[in-house]
């Protein structure tokens, strides 16, 4: 059986560098893969391995005084969630990109965390309050909560352009949302810097909330970033609704798909049904032609 754990920890990290080849070590002997991210501020990953890996990993890890605390979710693996392994530095874990002087050091400044169990109570009590979510606009397609707000986000360093869009709700009860946590951490610190007066995030992330309240305001799949593109909890239920839609024929769908013509590439809901005889999916008619007339050229 495999495990996927999806984790990160803001926390002081005085040599990168170091972590980085300790991890490449630990996660080659263990066989696993996946994508890690290290820089001064902390750590960022998402791995997959047999499940006893997994859990040697997680010893090591968490015996580390440094990551001790760390918050692991973990669901089902496949056993090719990624295709490789990959350990990298960066300057930040999450990139939000600010002005030098302006980053926002969690542990400093961030939202106040909520429970699932207390936004799950906020639903069901009509609390007052407002969710912008911190994804990316296709993430978003595949699965959201009712009645949350979208920052046009193309990328999380996105936000500096949009926050002022988002400064007529300052005054209200905000809570951010995202995958697992590590962009909330952060985004909900910069709202408060940027004039935001009750701003909450999330704890453990959207994944946190669907694995105690499956199928109840989080409505459609959650967006992931590995092979298995969407994940779902008790999709057989009669409650789970599909909400994504296909981008060609409107058909509820949340199969992701990349254009056929790698030179557009976009990322994109699409269905079976729109695929062509070779399987290929396009983003538009004239994406295909423009790859007809390509390959055409490469054969003459």
């Given at each position: 059986?495999?495990?996927?754990?999806?984790?990160?920890?803001?926390?002081?990290?005085?040599?990168?560098?170091?972590?980085?080849?300790?991890?490449?070590?630990?996660?080659?002997?263990?066989?696993?893969?996946?994508?890690?991210i290290?820089?001064?501020?902390?750590?960022?990953?998402?791995?997959?391995?047999l499940?006893?890996?997994?859990?040697?990993?997680?010893?090591?890890?968490?015996?580390?005084?440094?990551?001790?605390?760390?918050?692991?979710?973990?669901?089902?693996?496949?056993?090719?969630?990624?295709?490789?392994?990959?350990?990298?530095?960066r300057?930040?874990?999450?990139?939000?990109?600010?002005?030098?002087?302006?980053?926002?050091?969690?542990?400093?400044l961030?939202?106040?965390?909520?429970?699932?169990?207390?936004?799950?109570s906020?639903?069901?009590?009509?609390?007052?309050?407002l969710?912008?979510?911190?994804?990316?606009?296709?993430?978003?397609?595949?699965?959201?909560?009712?009645?949350?707000?979208?920052?046009?986000?193309?990328?999380?360093?996105d936000l500096k352009?949009?926050?002022?869009?988002l400064?007529k709700?300052?005054?209200?009860?905000?809570?951010?949302?995202c995958?697992?946590?590590?962009r909330?951490?952060?985004a909900?610190?910069?709202?408060?810097?940027?004039?935001?007066?009750?701003?909450?995030?999330?704890?453990?992330?959207?994944?946190?909330?669907?694995?105690?309240?499956?199928n109840?305001?989080?409505?459609?799949k959650?967006?992931?970033?590995?092979?298995?593109?969407?994940?779902?909890?008790?999709?057989?239920?009669q409650?789970?609704?599909?909400?994504?839609?296909?981008?060609?024929c409107?058909?509820?769908?949340?199969?992701y798909?990349?254009?056929?013509n790698?030179?557009?590439?976009?990322?994109?809901?699409?269905?079976?049904?729109?695929?062509?005889?070779?399987?290929?999916?396009?983003?538009?008619?004239?994406?295909?032609?423009?790859?007809?007339?390509?390959?055409?050229?490469?054969?003459?």
């Open positions: 059986m495999y495990t996927i754990i999806l984790f990160y920890k803001y926390v002081t990290v005085e040599d990168p560098d170091k972590l980085k080849e300790d991890q490449l070590i630990l996660c080659k002997k263990l066989n696993l893969k996946g994508r890690i290290i820089s001064k501020e902390g750590i960022n990953a998402t791995i997959e391995g499940t006893k890996d997994i859990d040697q990993y997680l010893e090591n890890l968490l015996a580390d005084s440094r990551f001790t605390k760390t918050h692991i979710k973990k669901s089902i693996g496949t056993g090719s969630a990624f295709p490789r392994l990959s350990v990298k530095v300057k930040e874990i999450v990139s939000l990109q600010l002005e030098s002087g302006k980053d926002i050091n969690p542990n400093e961030t939202g106040k965390k909520l429970k699932p169990e207390e936004l799950h906020w639903y069901q009590n009509n609390e007052d309050f969710i912008v979510d911190m994804r990316n606009t296709y993430e978003f397609k595949s699965g959201h909560f009712k009645d949350s707000v979208l920052p046009s986000l193309n990328n999380f360093r352009r949009e926050v002022n869009k400064k709700y300052k005054d209200k009860k905000i809570l951010t949302v995958t697992g946590g590590v909330c951490e952060k909900s610190g910069y709202l408060l810097s940027e004039g935001f007066k009750d701003v909450y995030q999330l704890d453990g992330g959207i994944v946190s909330y669907m694995e105690k309240y499956p109840k305001n989080f409505l459609g959650l967006y992931v970033f590995d092979n298995r593109k969407v994940m779902g909890f008790d999709t057989m239920s409650d789970h609704q599909v909400i994504g839609r296909c981008e060609l409107k058909k509820p769908s949340d199969y798909v990349n254009c056929a790698l030179m557009c590439h976009k990322h994109f809901i699409g269905c079976i049904s729109c695929e062509d005889k070779k399987g290929e999916t396009y983003c538009s008619l004239i994406c295909k032609i423009k790859n007809i007339l390509k390959r055409k050229q490469l054969i003459k």
